[in-house]
Structures are given as structure tokens and as C-alpha cells.
């Protein structure tokens, strides 16, 4: 499996213990993107969740001045459709409208729907579509739902996907502050999942690199959704609401007062860990310990790792298997008489608002504690990653740099539980389900463990010469770190 | 659907909306167990865990001085050999023996290995079994998990089902104490999941009399594993654990001590609670609050009658859809490397101990708060198995009798965890997977708002007039009231 182009440069870079082929982005290249679209005259977006708007902007934004036409499309009736008008979409130029009739009079048609709307109109989509037209999707549900139901893509369209390794408005920002910093961006998976003509890969790289992202790498839309909703329901969101009541519980239990309970945890990861990691990997946190500090942070990660590893593994076979899916779907059906509630009116998440307020610029210390749960869990999420075969580039992107560079700092801002109670349907009701797994793993068997120095495994050791330092390192080079910026 | 025997009194008695067939039990019916019997000469339990034990002394006992042999079979080299040897039987005289040779020479074979044993070893015990005879089994998971699987069962055997709705260890309790008190002992259902000649019915209700059951009702295989593993991940286990979690640390939020905290959420369940339903249905624990305690439980069950509904109905459709069953054969693929710890090492379960070691017979209060959430949590158990149509001898007993009368009497002698630590595979998978759900849905939505006092819905209007009071009293009169006896 190799990405080939003949119109962008393709790297072959050396990524844990395999070689992946790699495409780095950047606006130097948009010029090429003309001959990367070649036989496209429309691109429609559809949908204006969290995606739409930031790869319609950028898209918009990248194709300027040429002849390629980035509309999009909506629900009749749609609330967005205003949004989309204020970004400068609108029925009078034809780059707004109808989401069926956009589909089908474009060439390429990014559905980027929530999951459950693309459950429920499957068919519409796939019919709207022009024989000989492409289909693009930012995320690999739509194949495990097929899978689930067994339905079978009709043979006469592309079937392709783009899939930036982090949330919309960052897409859109880095893109923003790219302009600036030529590369920053979000990096991105193509999947070619059903190719009819030869153009299929170059579409998907002309539109990963008109999204901005520093660098593209190749995967399937199978391991993209299993990596994808495994990864949200883990360190991205469930695994990091998990770990945060846990431990706040225990220093609470401790002693600890509620404010510092709160810094110790939320803060540090969101805050000072994420940057670490950021900007130095995962070694750059526990380098940043003193003597004393690096013994707790040790006898946590070796207390936890395991524990945390049996959860994410049951997480990855409830996805693989199809439950998850299944699980989504069937949300879908009672969410009528069953509507999921807010998690944000807890003590925990009273407590961290008031922090907020008070926040001055202060850099938060290092619990050592919180950072040797937080780097096992990203470094059990990487080796279940490893298990099943995905990526080195997928596994660092969905696991560790999209946390870091994307979510955390996001939630640093609005909170933790504002992001959980604002993501997508397939994501809350993930985070919903096993947050409470990770707290309750923790809280049985990694605690107790800590507190009774009875720890029985070593998992520590094979931390120092782990195969992921490499990698983040590699990744790291393949884009300008930017700070990204943060606004309401 | 309706029982028919032409050896035991058939009653039809009215229960919630419908009419229900029943077979009151007793041991002045033993003497019929030959006729009801008809055409088998030898029964084998097969497996020693939680039911084979209690079966096999029972229908041992109840068979004694008929021409009906009963027997054990286990694997081969089973470390449970010696325990049932020490139960009397023995290889000598043919009562002990390896599994499938026993099924082959058995006319009946009641299956009682744990739900993983058998989706490992179905096949052979199927074929192992003679041409017309009987297959048995105390649970319906088989069906739900063939219907997975797609395995079509062969047609010239007889397959059925009784199911106690009790722990093993209460089912041979209550026969024991039975000798004194006719008619002590563990409910059962039936069902004929398939049915080559006229005795099938004939049998369940045998076998369900020999056991000791009270009453004996009528469901579907479907039905019974739904409603089962549904009970267990709900009420049973899951919830009962998951509302303790919740209450316990909102206590010691507001000040209450550990040990006062405990005596009210998990003594106070297990104990005075338990025992109020038993003897006078779910308005007797209502009835037992002076008017501001009264308040306080209005309050309570408003505020979480609708979130830990919205969760049992989850757990329902997850069970319904196949979900939790494909989970528990993920887990048996997985147990290896990845077995599951125990739960009983926090600071709750910890604080248990010390409450239980100090108990000196006194009767704790009745906490309002713990009440109305736990009576909301029968009820909206009970209103969602209405739903979904099962029948009110099922829903009775799976929702409130088997909790009260078997399992919290267990659970408040050995703990609440012990008994979350050693119950199946498929609970305590069931148990881990639930509670803190329902622990994150307490303290997400109906803590916040009873302190906030913002209740938005009135449940409890409808717990008055609720059809389930008329059920458990009828229920109540059908077996003699005898207070289980607890021993290790």
C-alpha cells in the first residue's frame, strides 16, 4: 500500500519499524492542485458541522483563482444555512444549496454529514452521485456501517476519503495561521476505498493539501474508523474525562484541596503535559521531573499501563467487532424518547470553571502522578495500535498528535466537559460509555496499587526504548510547531 | 402461550394487565415427579459453578425413591470432581462422570456450564446428545447465542429450559429450609424452545418442581436470556453497585462520614430496604418514611427515575440487539491476556468491611434518598420489561423478587463486591460495563439535580396507581414468606 503521484512530491520516510510513503503539504503546492483536480469543475461540501465549514473555507480559500468551483450543500430548511451564507456560500452564485441537487451535479461530493444522518440516508447519497463522479468521506464510518448492514457501494463512482487527524475549527484555524507559517496545519489520512480511474489518489491528495495539512499519509477506510472511534473513545476524549475524575476523586480522598485536585489534573494534562508532548514527545514529560518526581511518575505508570491497556483493548474489539457501530445506530433510534443529558453540572467540572476564571498565565506545575497515567495510557493506546497493524503515522496522529495539537488545547480553553458535551453523536455517546470504564479501572485496580506500593508490573521499562520517541520525532519534522490559536 | 399439564394444577391467575398460566410447587408434589418424568431414566447435571451444585442435590433429593437416577458430569480431570464427589456423588456407582459420556447415556441433560464453556463446546454437546432425548438449560444465553452465530440446533431432541430466578446457593438454601416450610424456595420460569413430543412440558415442569420452586411460570428462551442479562447488568448487579458509587461519595461531598455513608446507601439496600420489599412490595419502603423522609424520596425518585431509565433502556436494546452477547465472547477470546480484576479494593468496599465487622444486629434507618433512587431504579426496570412485552411473572421476579430475596440478602452477609467478584462471567462482565453508568448518570443528572432542587420530571406520580404493587402481592402469596438463611 503506497501513495503515487506524478504531480506531488511522494517521501519515502522510515516510521517505527516499516516505511511509509508520505506526501508533505504546504501552500507552495497549491498551485499544483488544478492539475490534482483534473476533470473536477465543482466540489461540493456537504454538511456544516464541525468539518464543513473549515475544508469549505479552506478548499475555497485554496482554489481561489481557479476555475474549480467549492460549493456547498445543505438540508432544505437547514439551520446552517445562514452560516454558510455569513462564509460567503449563497444560492445567488450557486455555491449554496440543495444538498441532493449539489451532489448531483458535482464532480466531487465531500459528505461530511454526522454518521447518524449518513445512516439514515445512505442511499439518497449514493444515488445522487454522477456515475463516474467521486465520493469523499472524512471519516471510514460510513464503511463500517456498510459492513454492519451489508450494503454494497455501487461500482461506478470513486470512493475515496480525506480524513484530518483533528477537529474542524483547528483545521480551519492552522489553515488561517498557515498563511503565515507556510505547513502549519492538520495533518491527514487518504484512503482510496473503490478507485474507477486513475485519478482517485490525486483527488485525494489535491484535497488533503487544499485542507492544509503538513503531511498526508495513506491508510484504509477500515483501519481509519477502527483507529478513528477507538481513538475518541480513549485518550482523545474518554480516556482523558476517565483518568481526570479518578484521580481528582483520589487526591480529593488525599486531602488535596478541590482547586489543586483540579490543577493536578485537568490543567496539567490540558495544559503543561500537552505542550511537553507537543513539542518535545513523550520523553520531554518525564524529562522535565525532578529525581523525586520521576520515582512517582514511574511506580503510576507502571501501576496503570496495564489496567488502562485491558480497557483500550476492549475498546478496540468492541469497535472491530461492529458493537460500537451497532451501539450508534442504535442511539439513533431512541434518542427521540431517550436524549443524551449533559455531563458539565458536576462538582468536578463546577470546580474547574472556577479555575478558569482565575487563571493569570500561571504554567501549571507537573503532577507527576497525573503524567505517569496520562503517558502509559497514550503509550497502551499506541501498543494496542501496533497489535492490530495500523500505521505508524495513524497511530501517532490518532493517538498522540491530535490530542496534543488539537483537543487538549481546545479543552484548555472551553473545558473538558464542554468538548465532550459538543462533540459528534458517535463521539459523546463513546465518551459517555467508557469514561466511566477508565475511572473505575483506575480507581480499582491502579490506586490501590499505588497506595499499597504493590505493583506488579514493569511496563516501564519497555518505555525508554519504545518505538513511538522515534516516530513523534519523525512527525514533528514533517511540521512547524504552532501554537494554536485558541478563540471562542 | 400457556402452560398445560394433565399432572399438575394448572392456575390462571391475574398479574399487571394479563393472564398469566402458573404451576404452584411444593413437596407434597414429589410423589408425581415419576409420572411427570415419564420415559427418563437418567438425569445429569452437567457443571459444578453456581446452579449444579443446588440442581443436582435437589433433584436428587426430590428423585429419592423413584427409579430415576440423577447424575454429574463434568470435564474430564475437573478441579469441581472432588466437591461433587463430597456431595455423594461418585464414579463408583455411576453418579459421576466425565461430561459428554454422560450426556450420551442421559434422556435428560441439563446443561448448567458457564455461558463461555458453552459457546466454546456447543457443538459437541449437542451431538453428544441421544436421538429423542431431553437438553435442558437454566439460562436462555444459548439462543441468543446461536441466533449470533447462526447455528441451527437439530430437530430430534427435545430442548427446554427452568429457570431459577436465584443464585445456586439460595436454591438449595430455601429447598433445605423448605423440609420445614413447604413451598420455600426459588421461583422458576419455563420454556419450550423446542418440543419433538408431548413430555417436553411435562419435564420443565418436573424439573422445576424437583428443585423446589414455589411457583413456576411460562416464557420463551428469547425472552428469559433477555430479561436475564438485562436483570443482571440492571438492578442485580450493575445498578444496585452503581447507585451505591454514586450516593456513597455525594454523601462524603456533603459531610457525612464514611461509615455513616455506607449504612446508608449499601446497608440500608441490602438490608432494611431489601427486606421491606420483600415482606410488603415497593410501597412499604414508601410507607415507612415519616413526611419530611417522605419528601426527601419524592424528590430522589423524580430526579432519577428518567436517567437510570434512559440507561436500563440501553442496556436493553444492547442486549436485544446481540451486543452484550457478542461481548462476552469477545471477552473469553481475550480473558488471557487481559482477565479481569477484581473490584473490592477501594476505599467504599474497604469501609464495607469495617461496617459489617462492627454489626451488632441493629436495624439501620431507612435513608430516604438511597430509597427513592433505588425504588425509581425497580420501577423504571420494571417499566421498560412492560414495554417490550414480557410477562409479569418474569418481570416480578427478575426486577424485585430475585433481588430481594436472594441476591441483597447475599450481598449484605458477604459484600456487595464479593458478590460483583465471583458471580458468572457474563455478570460480573455485565456488572463492570453498567454500574458506572449508572454511577456517572446519578451524579451527572440526578444529583445536580435534586441539590439544585430543578426536577423536571414527575415519575412519581405514576408509582401510586403502578400495576407492579398488585403483582408482588400476588406473587407474595403464591410461595410462604421464609427469611433466607445466610451461611458462608
Sequence with gaps: ????????????????????????????????????FLGIQQISIIGWGSQGPAQAQNLRDSLDGTDIKVCVGLRANSSSLEKARAAGFNEADGTLGEMYAMIAESDLSIILIADAAIAENYERIFNSVKPGATIGFSHG????????????????????????????????????????????????????????????MAYALGWA?????????????????????????????????????????????????????????????????????SKHGLKGVFEALDEKQKEIFITAYNASYTPLKDILREIY?????????????????????????KIDDTYLWHIGEQVRDKRQ????????????????????QVDILIEYEHVFSEIANESIIEAVDSLN???????????????????????????????????????????????????????DQHLIHDVLDTCRQLRPSVDISIKD
Excluded at 511509509?20 to 492539475?35: A, M, N, S
Excluded at 467487532?321 to 443529558?341: C, D
Excluded at 497525573?370 to 497514550?378: P, R, S
Excluded at 459528534?424 to 483506575?442: C, M, Q
Aim: aromatic share 10%; glycine share 8%; with cysteine.
Design 1 to 36: 500500500m503506497k501513495i503515487t503521484s506524478n504531480i506531488f512530491e511522494v517521501d519515502e520516510i522510515k516510521l517505527g519499524n516499516n516505511t511509509e510513503t508520505i506526501v508533505k503539504g504546504g501552500r507552495h503546492l497549491f498551485d499544483k492542485l488544478p492539475e490534482a
Design 141 to 200: 464510518f460510513v464503511i463500517g456501517f456498510f459492513k454492519n448492514i451489508g450494503y454494497q457501494i455501487r461500482d461506478d463512482i470513486n470512493v475515496i476519503a480525506m480524513c484530518p487527524k483533528g477537529m474542524g475549527p483547528s483545521v480551519r484555524r492552522l489553515y488561517v495561521q498557515g498563511k503565515e507559517v507556510d505547513g502549519a496545519g492538520i495533518n491527514s489520512s487518504i484512503a482510496i476505498h473503490q478507485a474507477i480511474n486513475d485519478h482517485a
Design 209 to 277: 493539501i487544499a485542507v492544509g495539512s503538513p503531511f498526508v499519509f495513506l491508510t484504509t477506510m477500515e483501519m481509519e474508523y477502527r483507529s478513528d472511534i477507538y481513538g475518541e473513545r480513549s485518550i482523545l476524549l474518554g480516556a482523558v474525562h476517565g483518568i481526570i475524575e479518578a484521580i481528582f476523586k483520589y487526591k480529593i480522598d488525599i486531602g488535596v484541596s478541590p482547586e489543586q485536585a483540579f490543577k493536578d489534573t485537568a490543567e496539567t494534562i490540558t495544559g503543561r503535559i500537552s505542550n511537553l508532548i
Design 317 to 341: 474489539e468492541e469497535v472491530y467487532s461492529g458493537n460500537e457501530i451497532r451501539s450508534v445506530i442504535l442511539y439513533n433510534e431512541r434518542k427521540k424518547i431517550a436524549p443524551m443529558g
Design 361 to 380: 498565565g500561571e504554567v501549571n506545575d507537573l503532577d507527576p502522578l497525573t503524567a505517569g497515567i496520562y503517558v502509559a495510557c497514550m503509550v497502551a
Design 409 to 463: 488545547p481546545y479543552m484548555h480553553h472551553k473545558g473538558i466537559a464542554y468538548m465532550v458535551d459538543n462533540c459528534s453523536t458517535t463521539a459523546r455517546l463513546g465518551a459517555r460509555k467508557w469514561a466511566p470504564r477508565f475511572d473505575y479501572i483506575l480507581t480499582q485496580i491502579a490506586i490501590p496499587a499505588i497506595e499499597s506500593k504493590q505493583i506488579k508490573h514493569e511496563a516501564f521499562k519497555a518505555f
